[in-house]
């Protein structure tokens, strides 16, 4: 009996012990979110710009991904003018550090070619050029933001499929909450059930998000065999938003006692202690390690 007691015990304290190695290990490793929508017009980019500050705000060193390729319009947020972008790259001219941009301490950006209709298909080529740069560019960030664009475009699901989490932008429109199933349906029936997360945008209260909610976790919880809809919470309609946006500012640096700048600092706060997904190794590398192996969408 003692010497089973002394077992459980034994085999109790080598639990504990991988348990708070594999935190430790979890809690060095960046956070890859990947920020869609179903459609476009809805505020992710904005949202991925704020919550960068947001972060920034935290003592985290932030990357941003602009993968709206082809439509790119995070610069715009900034106020900043990129000489070159990921396009550059892809054609060999300049390397990924070189076309990086810092518009401010703890904040880079890796700017996608506005207007560049040929990059919103990467073929297998270009896809292995950018596995390649970051292997060499050996970046460091707690989180890689990666901004992709609206719809389910096969670059939108690349992104999505290779990141740790997605999370999920939609509004009270109908447009915008059918469109964000679509999303949810189209990446489940190619590759199995999901996680995903989600913060409903432009609204006029607690209510109307929590019903957007509703109607897509139980359309998902029908129809979508194992996918999880987790809710993230809302970000208000706002005056300071668009004000700020007009001034090409974030509203979380422009009016931080905003509401929505306020909704903001806890959405962040919400996805940096969420716990992580089981299978993540959480970094960069692993992450373009995936994007490029993934089969054809």
Not at 149 to 174: H, Q, R
Not at 182 to 197: D, L, N, Q
Not at 216 to 226: D, H, K, M, S, Y
């Amino acid at each position: 009996m003692d010497q089973a007691t002394s077992l459980r015990k034994m085999i109790s304290r080598q639990g504990a012990q991988r348990r708070q190695a594999v935190a430790a290990l979890s809690s060095d490793q960046p956070r890859v979110i990947a920020v869609s929508s179903g459609k476009g017009g809805v505020g992710k980019t904005n949202l991925v710009g704020n919550l960068a500050r947001a972060f920034a705000g935290m003592g985290k060193e932030v990357l941003i991904l602009d993968a709206d390729l082809g439509l790119a319009n995070i610069d715009i947020l900034f106020g900043i003018r990129p000489a070159f972008h990921i396009g550059h790259v892809l054609n060999g001219e300049k390397t990924l550090k070189e076309v990086m941009v810092s518009p401010s301490d703890r904040i880079r950006i890796i700017p996608a070619g506005s207007g560049t209709s040929g990059l919103t298909h990467l073929t297998e080529g270009q896809k292995l050029t950018l596995l390649g740069e970051f292997e060499s560019a050996d970046l460091e960030a707690d989180v890689v933001l990666i901004d992709t664009g609206a719809g389910i475009s096969k670059n939108v699901l690349y992104f999505n499929l290779a990141a740790d989490e997605c999370l999920l932008v939609a509004t009270p429109e109908p447009t915008s909450i059918t469109d964000a199933y679509a999303m949810m349906k189209v990446m489940t029936a190619e590759h199995g059930p999901r996680h995903f997360k989600l913060v409903v945008n432009m609204v006029s209260s607690v209510k109307e998000a929590k019903q957007v909610f509703l109607t897509l976790n139980q359309a998902a919880e029908r129809f979508l065999t194992g996918v999880v809809l987790e809710y993230m919470g809302h970000i208000s309609m706002d005056p300071m938003l668009r004000k700020s946006v007009q001034e090409r500012k974030t509203v979380f640096t422009a009016y931080p006692r905003a509401e929505c700048s306020q909704q903001i600092a806890k959405l962040a706060k919400m996805l940096v202690t969420a716990p992580r997904r089981h299978d993540t190794e959480g970094s960069i590398k692993l992450f373009f390690k995936r994007f490029t192996a993934l089969p054809p969408v």
